[in-house]
Nanobody, 122 residues
Framework: QVQLVESGGGLVQAGGSLRLSCLAS????????MGWFRQAPGKEREFVAA????????IYADSVKGRFAISRDYTKNAVYLQMNSLKPADTAVYYC???????????????WGQGTQVTVSS
């Protein structure tokens, strides 16, 4: 049963922008919290951003504040990550995740997508 499906990754030059999308279904679609994580080669998965069900509460990792924006569309059961001013350090596989409680710890999240690659060239 498909729960979370990401799209929108790709190759972009430093300073460019990308918009990631995540469509939720099943139990993942009714989750209170939706979020994005990323994992670079040889590194642990890290928190990027999260949003609550009303869309009025968002949190960001310090490394992306002011550059990334998370949003949610309930009519489409979707969550988005607008990424601006991208840097080579943002290169990673980006994962959509869903859970009932807000935490930045990856192992506490219940549902995960398959990931989408984002590569930022210098």
């Amino acid at each position: 049963q498909v729960q979370l499906v990401e799209s929108g990754g790709g190759l972009v030059q430093a300073g460019g922008s990308l918009r990631l999308s995540c469509l939720a279904s099943g139990r993942a679609g009714s989750s209170n919290i939706m979020g994005w994580f990323r994992q670079a080669p040889g590194k642990e998965r890290e928190f990027v951003a999260a949003i609550n069900w009303r869309g009025d509460t968002t949190i960001y990792a310090d490394s992306v504040k002011g550059r990334f924006a998370i949003s949610r569309d309930y009519t489409k059961n979707a969550v988005y990550l607008q990424m601006n001013s991208l840097k080579p350090a943002d290169t990673a596989v980006y994962y959509c995740a869903a859970d009932q409680t807000l935490t930045t710890t990856p192992r506490h999240w219940d549902y995960w997508g398959q990931g989408t690659q984002v590569t930022v060239s210098s």
